[in-house]
């Protein structure tokens, strides 16, 4: 494998695949809040891989690359961010950044826990988080090495402000029909999927209507599913299944998935719009604005940037990171140019909900939560 190397502080654009920078030198940057930045540890090389869906894919990956670009760029260090193109690279990935010296490794995503937790357990002095998964590969309820730490989000809380909001808007345009398809049935992603359709309950319990939800049943946790994370014509194919059963509401989650339906809404040139996941997609590509409603977000970058900056100063603690409503973990994005044609009262409704979950009045019961 080659490693191509590139400064990280100077401007340069990094190139595919590795990117690993030589240590900065001078004074530390200064953060936002202007003040000085941690010094890291002499030896400190910080390292992220990505999963299959790679860096672009508008969503987990690009979150955290964001977020461990900030801390390099604060701290004025480098490090090493490798891309996975498929499953297989997992593991030899991981060996790699351990090769090259890398004293904290980032992993992104459910699918490179049991490679994670191997290369853990087989080099203990290394310190690991992983993004949305406990790396409980025996799933006896612990981390199965004591050098990761989880970053889990219970992205339940905002996909049930996602549904509400959908439910609102397919019931306010007459159609009440709303659905949902996932990538890989795994927790990281039916976890939305379970929001989504307990919020659409909450506004037909509310509100007297009778919005349907196809694509996923939470209660006996079957559903649509694309059986991986591209933007293929199996994606393209599920999204159209869910479109076929007159929704005027879609929630993809999978990463670059969204991009099928949009392309499914696109040339059925319906009224449909469709909700983003993990990123506020109307910001991420403005190819799909004008289709995507609200986006149910989780703060994957200020995670990633959090457990860095404390790995740098040697602070690092495995304690698990649950992102919240309450923290701000996870949240419901801006509806951009929609909002002028939501339903009136809605953000007030929604507002209300958030406190409500916050508050523990409200407790959004999905078997997926972390």
Known sequence: MTISRTKKLGGVA???GIALALAGCGAAPETEEG??????ESDFLPCLISDEGGWNDRSFNQSAKEGMDR???ELGVDGIELESTSPNDYAPNLETLVSEGCTFIVSVGFNLSAATVESALANPEVNYAIIDDWADTDFDGTTDAPNIKPLVFN???AAYLG???SAAWSANNGVNRVGTFGGMQIPSVAVFMDGFELGVQKYNEDM?????VFGWDTAGQEGAFTGGFEANDTARQTAQGILDQGVDVILPVGGPIYQSAAAAITDGGGDVVMLGVDSDLAVADESVTDITLVSIMKAIDVAVYDATMAAASGDFDVTPYVGTLDNEGV???GFHDFESQL???LLDELTALQEQIIAGEIVVESPNSP
Request: hydrophobic content about 50%.
């Open 35 to 40: 003040t000085a930045a941690p010094e890291a």
């Open 343 to 345: 339903p009136d009262g």
């Open 71 to 73: 801390a390099l760029d």
């Open 331 to 333: 949240k419901l994005s």
């Open 14 to 16: 990094a190139a595919a």
């Open 155 to 157: 992205t339940a809380e």
């Open 163 to 165: 549904g509400y909001a």
């Open 208 to 212: 007297g209507a009778a919005v349907e």
